[in-house]
């Protein structure tokens, strides 16, 4: 493959620009194994480089967190040419070109053989925001939840990381209250194993209401800032929430009370540079116990590349729902 497409990020003059260029091997940053792409996907942070131009550590780039392909080449004597692979996280997609390209060319510590029990299309279905759904509920389960405990609540629930959270925690026998702002998603989302839905403005924290009900076991939260606050004041006691992203964004006030005097948790979910050997885990996870019953369905949108600046706008606009999966 001499020449092949990417969506490539620059900067010339202090003014960036986002479009689809021919490029050859040599245009792509060092590393040991280089990849046909199959597919990626499209992840809020992934609006965060491409729009907003946040995280970009050099120009040009080429966006994109996730890929999953082929080996065409490697000098990293774990991988040979035909092996099918997934790559996420690190500094895939903002400090190392990533996957909105036809090839990718990246260093072997971050590269997952495919598991057994996934597709390559799955693999990018899922991608960090499925990663990051398992991670939350691993690490709630980990604490001590269970489907007997009562209501677990989903924040953002028609995005990617909600989406998959809701079928998972859905499939493992979990009474799932989602939480969305889009008013028009309840047959989607209860399509998804939703067992009640509830508006976003519902959950957000204010003033006049100091002294709520006791509500949920757990919460997987994407959504941060007052949302995440409203949940501290609700969880149960000993309940937990798992805090995994800032679409609503990222200051939290609180008070010490919750935690002495409900015993609550609050845990961090962080994808990008969770440990390889865990990883590994959570990936074989994602391919048979976890693996969501309704990936191939109502939750995906397939695109192209062309279609990508459009999308990465809308996503940071919160009007993208489920998954966006490209094929390359
Ligand atoms: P999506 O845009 O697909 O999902 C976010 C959802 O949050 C939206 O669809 C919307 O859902 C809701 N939302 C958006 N804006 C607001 C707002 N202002 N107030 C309240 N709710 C809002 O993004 P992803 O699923 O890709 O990512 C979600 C978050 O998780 C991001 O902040 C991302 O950075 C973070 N993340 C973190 C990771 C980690 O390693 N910790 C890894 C992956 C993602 P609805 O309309 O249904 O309410």
């Known amino acids: 493959m001499d020449n092949f497409q990417a969506l490539v990020l620059n900067k010339i003059d202090e003014q960036t620009n986002l479009n689809v260029k021919q490029l050859t091997i040599d245009d792509l940053p060092k590393g040991e194994v280089t990849i046909k792409v199959a597919y990626s996907s499209v992840n809020y942070k992934d609006g965060l480089v491409g729009i907003q131009n946040q995280l970009v550590e050099s120009y040009p780039l080429i966006p994109g967190i996730d890929l999953s392909g082929t080996v065409m080449e490697s000098t990293d004597t774990r991988y040979k040419e035909g092996d099918e692979v997934i790559v996420t996280s690190y500094k895939l997609g903002t400090g190392h070109s990533g996957g909105f390209s036809e090839v990718a060319r990246v260093p072997g510590e971050w590269v997952v053989p495919l598991p057994e029990g996934l597709s390559l299309k799955e693999a990018m279905i899922l991608g960090t925001a499925g990663l990051t759904a398992a991670l939350s509920v691993a690490k709630l389960e980990a604490a001590g939840l ?165 999308i990465l706008g809308d996503i940071l606009e919160g009007k993208v729902r489920g998954r966006t999966l490209v094929k390359l």
């Open 146 to 310: 269970k489907p007997e405990d009562g209501p677990v609540l989903v924040a953002g629930a028609t995005g990617g990381v909600g989406s998959i959270a809701v079928n998972i925690l859905a499939d493992r026998g979990y009474e799932v209250v989602a939480s969305t702002g889009k008013a028009d998603q309840e047959a989607y989302l209860k399509q998804l194993g939703a067992k009640e839905v509830i508006h976003r403005n519902e959950i957000v924290a204010t003033d006049a209401q100091p002294a709520r009900k006791k509500r949920w076991a757990a919460a997987v939260d994407p959504v941060g800032g007052k949302t995440l606050e409203y949940i501290l004041t609700t969880l149960q006691y000993g309940g937990s929430v798992a805090t995994c992203g800032l679409a609503g964004g990222v200051e939290v006030a609180t008070t010490v009370i919750p935690f002495i005097s409900r015993s609550i948790n609050w845990l961090g979910i962080d994808s990008v540079m969770y440990p390889m050997d865990k990883r590994l885990e959570a990936w074989k996870l994602l391919s048979d116990n976890m693996k969501p019953t309704a990936l191939n369905n109502e939750m995906v949108n397939e695109v192209s590349l062309t279609d990508l600046p459009e």
